[in-house]
């Protein structure tokens, strides 16, 4: 079975401050790896799409990278901001179906 | 632009008793699927259909069902509501540049609750 693997469950900072979001997957095999953001009552928004002859996507302060050899993928933000306090989700994308991971809830304080 | 559209927002059913959560996309997206997202389950994928007149099974199938008549619509039926079904619901489609490729897109979901 794809598994799909987001370590931490949580995480807390301070504004500011530089950080990483881990995804890991076990099927190296992928088409793409897809990083979205949830907010509490919402639905799922896209942040990036990693295809998978690429390694790296970027949009305004955020940076994602795949390295399918290792099965992993990180979401890189940099200069976190309290809007940025949402759960994070990566999802590896294979012939029909995505698998999801069980997301980071990051929280910037203020 | 609507992008994806879910209705309705918010149900409460009686065990026993059916209805159907709709989609809508106007994005001519070829793929289209539903989601459910539980508490420490994270989302499964219930359906998923690549084009009118096509659907397949995903994780989760038991105790729902879909059609796809038109490119724009998808709705997910549930046949006979149990209390196991409250969820919440997401919609979702997919672009048909790149095929299996394209940046997928979410609803805002359908809250049900099964008393």
């Known amino acids: 079975k794809q598994e799909v693997t987001q370590i931490p469950a949580a995480l807390s900072v301070p504004e500011g401050e530089n950080l990483v979001l881990n995804c890991s997957f076990t099927?190296?095999?992928?088409?793409?790896l897809q990083w979205f953001r949830q907010d509490p009552g919402k639905g799922l928004t896209s942040l990036l799409l990693?295809?998978?002859?690429?390694r790296e996507q970027t949009s305004g302060r955020l940076n994602a990278s795949l390295d399918k050899s290792s099965g992993r993928s990180t979401l890189y933000i940099a200069a976190s901001q309290p809007g940025d306090s949402a759960t994070y989700l990566c999802?590896?994308?294979?012939?029909?179906?995505?698998?999801f991971g069980k997301g980071t809830k990051l929280t910037v304080n203020p | 632009n609507a992008g994806v559209t879910q209705t309705p927002k918010f149900q409460v059913l009686k065990t026993g008793q059916s209805m159907t959560l709709q989609c809508a996309q106007d994005?001519?997206?070829?793929?289209m699927s539903w989601y459910r997202q539980d508490p420490g389950m994270g989302l499964r994928l219930i359906h998923y259909?690549?084009?009118?007149?096509?659907?397949d099974q995903g994780e989760v199938p038991n105790g729902y069902n879909v059609s796809r008549s038109t490119t724009e619509d998808f709705p997910l039926r549930l046949l006979s509501a149990a209390p196991s079904q409250t969820s919440v619901y997401f919609c979702?489609?997919?672009?048909?540049?790149?095929?299996?490729?394209?940046?997928?897109?979410f609803g805002e979901g359908s809250r049900l609750t099964v008393l």
């Open positions: 979702a489609s997919r672009g048909p540049t790149g095929g299996n490729t394209g940046e997928l897109f």
């Open positions: 099927d190296s095999a992928i088409y793409n």
């Open positions: 994005m001519n997206h070829e793929y």
């Open positions: 999802a590896r994308g294979g012939s029909e179906k995505l698998v």
């Open positions: 259909s690549v084009g009118a007149g096509i659907t």
């Open positions: 990693i295809q998978s002859s690429q």
